[in-house]
């Protein structure tokens, strides 16, 4: 078993029974051009998010924990894509326009592909998702179960969105759930804090905070 110290109180997993979800750490997201950007937001700001996401990463499979990644994207002909997250908002691209890394938010282009430093190792799970939480319309669950997963770590992008909807969905499956600060991040500083806060608050009610600086 392993102990890190963390917020509410100290997060206890046995390594073979847990696993990392790196969610959506694609390059729609973190470079320009992409669907974040699209939208407006300030892509530098998750710049930082990508070292100590492959500091995590690494840190996981020296334990022998089993990595999953998730994409955020859509099937070319769209049809796992809801109308209503199609036509929301004003982006400067819709999702399926073509833009500077291929047709924006689409599987298989290069836009919808992991930054190099977070690409997938053979053996790990890579889980493509239409939803904002990687539950929704996919096999995440049947695949932990599988394996006896009863532990899940989580990092990636964005904090408030994907991250912290699939940690509920996750909460809500009875997973034990911490999340690491470092190796998370907002496009939205403020958005991320909170959450973080919404996370541990009232004893861990969605589950646990923790520091990569805390994880020897
Ligand atoms: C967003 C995500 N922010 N991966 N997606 O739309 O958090």
Redo the contacts with the bound molecule.
């Keep these: 078993m392993i102990t890190i110290p963390a917020q509410p109180d100290p997060f206890r997993f046995d390594p073979r029974r847990t696993a990392l979800v790196m969610?959506?750490m694609q390059r729609d997201?973190i470079e320009p051009g992409g669907f974040g950007a699209t939208l407006g937001n300030d892509v530098s700001l998750l710049a930082p998010v990508v070292d100590a996401a492959a500091a995590l990463v690494a840190w996981c499979r020296a334990l022998g924990i089993w990595v999953i990644h998730t994409k955020?994207c859509h099937r070319p002909d769209l049809s796992d894509c809801p109308p209503a997250k199609l036509r929301r908002g004003k982006p400067s691209l819709r999702i399926g326009d073509p833009g500077v890394m291929g047709r924006i938010l689409i599987d298989g282009e290069p836009g919808a592909d992991f930054v190099p430093a977070l690409a997938p190792a053979p053996g790990d799970l890579v889980i493509a998702k239409p939803g904002?939480g990687a539950f929704y319309a996919t096999v995440l669950e049947d695949e932990l179960k599988a394996r006896h997963i009863t532990h899940l770590i989580f990092g990636g992008?964005?904090t408030e969105?994907?991250v912290q909807t699939t940690m509920r969905e996750a909460n809500d499956r009875g997973f034990e759930c911490a999340i690491v600060e470092e190796a998370t991040g907002s496009y939205f500083p403020e958005f991320k804090d909170s959450a973080l806060a919404m996370i541990r608050a009232q004893g861990g009610i969605v589950g646990w905070t923790m520091k990569l600086a805390d994880m020897p």
Excluded: A, G, P, R
Aim: proline letters at 0%.
């Design positions: 969610i959506d997201f955020e904002k992008v964005t969105v994907c």
